[in-house]
Nanobody
């Protein structure tokens, strides 16, 4: 069982930066692939980024490549999402998710979810 708690959301102007954190409970954090997803108002949840269990391999959706960076600290049981050059279209509730084994880009693959943290980017 893994419990996930996101933090770091807020209001930022376009072009600004935020860093989201996701703290995980449990002693087996390093065995989980981690992902970030987001859901804008009135839209379906969409994939943002994933990071593998130990190699640090990452995948990003095209709209955030070069602007967002996912990372993890297995000693701190935490995954991060550094978001730079934010745009109004990045406004959404951001969720972190955990999956035993290799991470994927489909939300249905993930077993555990946080409660979400809201990011609002003003123009």
């Amino acid at each position: 069982q893994v419990q996930l708690v996101e933090s770091g959301g807020g209001l930022v102007q376009a072009g600004g930066s935020l860093t989201l954190s996701c703290a995980a409970s449990g002693r087996t954090f390093s065995s989980y692939g981690m992902g970030w997803f987001r859901q804008a108002s009135g839209k379906e949840r969409e994939f943002v980024a994933t990071i593998s269990r130990s190699t640090g391999g990452t995948i990003y959706t095209g709209s955030v490549k070069g602007r967002f960076t996912i990372s993890r600290d297995n000693d701190k049981n935490t995954v991060y999402l550094q978001m730079n050059s934010l745009k109004p279209e990045d406004t959404a509730v951001y969720y972190c998710a955990a999956r035993a084994g290799s991470p994927g880009t489909w939300s249905g693959e993930y077993e555990y979810w946080g409660q979400g943290t809201r990011v609002t980017v003003s123009s």
